[in-house]
């Protein structure tokens, strides 16, 4: 007698693997934005004898090194290259008001050591903004003299939406003299369109990041949010219409290309833009839009207050843990 084999049970469906990956991207950039955010670990992890020697590794993409004298020397290096250098020393939300001013020297040593060529960038906070307004305007106003003796812009970079308002009303300070002093805008907050016209309004250049920190979405757009390019195009189109002196600073090709294009495609000498990105990032990028004509410039950052920073170009990008990982073990 033939039988018949009884039916193979029915087996789940498997999960969504893209889903998945997607969330644990989520997740991780959600943790990595969570640690910058700690400022006691900006001081622990490069003092641990076990994880300060693996982050180090990590960090080495990202950082010029921990002295002026390594930022001189990567700053020569990108202007061989042919691309401008934007040189920042880290330390943001100091809050000691000593130090903020004995770290304001470093600034106007930069100013006086650093080639020709490269611009300086600074957290406010970093020189006094988290004390007193008036303490972080008497150092920057110091460091806004040092640069303009030496021939330097100086940019003043975004911090969280909880100091924008600071941030911005100690530029509009600063541009009461100075013209040559610029500032950071977010395309991700959603007041950067009410701020922008503001901004336009001054002089100095005015530099437009997506923005790396962690928000809530009543504040700003999610980092990973696919609305996110239409907004920095948005804001890059203002900015470009208006002649204003720029620099779009993103690692997208797509809104490279489409930013050169709405440009001109090819760039020409009194061009009043420029396309930045970040050391150890986007390099080939750059490289392309200097091809192209366009004027580049990389963003060199230096210090021993590195952990933080590494944090956010992590988070931004949850598969560059995978090169930190290979990083963390070379």
Known sequence: MTTTAPASPSRPSAPSRPSDASDASAAAAAVLRGLALDEDLKWRIPADPLLGPLARR????????????????????????????????????????????????????????????????????????????????ANASRIARATADTGREMVVSAEGSDRTDAVLALHERLTATYDHVGITLQARLHRTRDDLPRVLARPGRVRLVKGAFAEPESVALPRESPELQARYLESAAAIADSGHLCSFATHDRDLLHRLGERLGGQGR??????????????????????????????????????????????????????????????
């Open 58 to 137: 990590v960090a080495r993409r990202f950082v010029a090194g921990e002295t002026l004298a390594d930022a001189c020397e990567r700053a020569a290096a990108v202007l061989a290259a042919g691309h401008r250098a934007n040189v920042e020393y880290m330390g943001e939300s100091c809050r000691d008001p000593r130090r903020a001013t004995a770290e304001t020297e470093v600034f106007t040593e930069a100013a006086d050591r650093l080639p020709p060529g490269c611009s300086i960038s600074l957290d406010l906070s970093h020189i006094g903004l988290a004390v007193d307004p008036d303490l972080a305007f």
């Open 269 to 330: 000498p009194d061009a009043f833009w420029e396309f930045e990105t970040l050391l150890g990032l986007g390099t080939d990028r750059l490289a392309e839009m200097a091809r192209l004509g366009h004027p580049t410039r990389e963003y060199v950052v230096f210090g021993t207050e590195w952990w933080l920073y590494v944090c956010n170009r992590l988070a931004e990008d949850p598969q560059r843990l995978l090169r930190a990982v290979a990083d963390a073990a070379s």
